[in-house]
Nanobody, 120 residues
Framework: QVQLVESGGGLVQAGGSLRLSCAAS????????MGWFRQAPGKEREFVARISSSGRRTVYADSVKGRFTISRDNAKNTAYLQMNSLKPEDTAVYYC?????????????WGQGTQVTVSS
């Protein structure tokens, strides 16, 4: 069993930055591919970024490519999402997820989410 806890969300002006963290419990964090997703009000949850268990492979949604960076520190059981040049349309609840086949959006474990609000 893995528990995921996101933190780092908040209110920021357009053009600003935030770094989200996803702390995982359990001893096998380094075995899991990780992903970040987001859900805006009235919209479906959408993929943001994913990172392989080793951290060597990353994939981004086109909407965040060049602005967001996903990373992980397996020694700290933590994944990160650095978000720069934020736009109002990035406003959403952001979720991290763990343990899913590479290249899919199917993950076995999900966090509770952290709110990111970008003001114009």
């Amino acid at each position: 069993q893995v528990q995921l806890v996101e933190s780092g969300g908040g209110l920021v002006q357009a053009g600003g930055s935030l770094r989200l963290s996803c702390a995982a419990s359990g001893r096998t964090f380094s075995n899991y591919h990780m992903g970040w997703f987001r859900q805006a009000p009235g919209k479906e949850r959408e993929f943001v970024a994913r990172i392989s268990s080793s951290g060597r492979r990353t994939v981004y949604a086109d909407s965040v490519k060049g602005r967001f960076t996903i990373s992980r520190d397996n020694a700290k059981n933590t994944a990160y999402l650095q978000m720069n040049s934020l736009k109002p349309e990035d406003t959403a609840v952001y979720y991290c997820a763990a343990d899913g086949p590479w290249g899919t959006n199917s993950y076995n474990y999900w966090g509770q989410g952290t709110q990111v609000t970008v003001s114009s």
